[in-house]
């Protein structure tokens, strides 16, 4: 097409192509969620609907990301780990940034019926992004463990919060005020004597949040001669599991390859 004389002003777009072999994340976070989820009566403290919702949401963008190698979910927020070589849209950082949490947010619409299905939605959501370069296999993984560790002490304070007002009968502020100061192991011991919760038999989606991965397995096929045989095929999991130990890096060596 011919160039007019207005085509100077592409000089003013900036540059943002993001260091190369640096390990990229993409995180999304719901705008506003505390009202949103309000308005629309998520359970408390954790609504399971919203989650596979997230989940269900977060399993679109990888699917249409090849170069995500690895995706942590919790709460509001989701956050989508490229491979150190990704070379999708040239590392451009607002393409990226946008086009993820565009795709995330019309599948979180587009999915809501199936998840709400009793539940209009009130008004449209949005997610904001940022992507964040990380220089080494060390740090990314200790990014993840900060995600994690946000979901447990989260998870953690709100379950020892909603039991307190839910079933202590006790107002927020003075929820708010017996929880004020208490360590990991009062809030324990809080809930199994007052409420008989024993923490460690929450479900692991609240407690650990949501990992997303490709996983090869084996499927049987059968060859151009009709014969059983064997492949591998590549499936996206989600799993309720650590990330921070070394186990789960041990058993997928092939995530950071
Ligand atoms: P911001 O726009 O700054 O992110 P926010 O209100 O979204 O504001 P967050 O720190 O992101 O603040 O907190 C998310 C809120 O959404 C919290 O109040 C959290 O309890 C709530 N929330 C998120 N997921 C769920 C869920 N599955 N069930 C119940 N509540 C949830
Ligand atoms: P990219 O992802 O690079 O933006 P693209 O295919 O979206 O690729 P664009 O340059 O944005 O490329 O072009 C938009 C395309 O959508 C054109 O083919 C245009 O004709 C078509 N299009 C957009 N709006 C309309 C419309 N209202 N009616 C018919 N065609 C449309
Ligand atoms: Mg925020
Ligand atoms: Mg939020
Ligand atoms: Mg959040
Ligand atoms: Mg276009």
């Keep these: 097409m011919a160039k007019s004389k207005y085509e100077y002003v592409r000089n003013f777009e900036l540059q943002d192509r993001l260091l190369p072999s640096t390990w990229l994340v993409v995180r ?3 705008q506003g969620f505390t009202k949103f989820t309000s308005k629309h009566e998520f359970t408390k403290p954790n609504d399971v609907r919203a989650l596979n919702l997230m989940n269900r949401a977060a399993k679109i963008v990888v699917e249409s990301m090849v170069e995500i190698v690895l995706a942590y979910g919790q709460s509001d927020e989701y956050s989508f780990v490229f491979s150190k070589d ?5 590392r451009r950082a607002s393409k990226l940034s946008t086009l993820l949490v565009s795709k995330f947010t019309s599948a979180y619409v587009y999915y809501w019926s199936e998840f709400f299905p009793d539940t209009r939605l009130q008004f449209p959501p949005a997610f904001d992004s940022r992507v964040v370069m990380y220089p080494s296999e060390h740090i990314l993984r200790d990014y993840l463990s900060w995600r994690q560790v946000d979901c447990h002490i989260n998870n953690m304070y709100n379950t020892c919060f909603w039991a307190l007002v839910n079933k202590g009968g006790m107002t927020q502020k003075e929820a708010e005020k017996r929880l004020s100061g208490t360590l990991s192991k009062d809030k324990n011991e809080l809930l199994f004597s ?16 949501s990992v997303i991965i490709r ?4 499927i049987d096929v059968v060859d151009a001669q009709g014969k059983m045989t064997k492949r591998t095929k590549t499936e ?3 799993l309720h599991c650590d990330i921070i130990k070394n186990a789960f890096w041990n058993e997928n060596p092939d995530i950071l390859g």
């Design 194 to 209: 007052e409420f008989e919760i024993n923490y460690n038999n929450e479900p692991a989606i609240f407690k650990k949040g």
């Design 215 to 218: 996983e090869k397995v084996l």
């Design 236 to 238: 996206v999991a989600i």
């Design 28 to 30: 999304v976070d719901g």
């Design 86 to 90: 990704a070379k999708a849209y040239e």
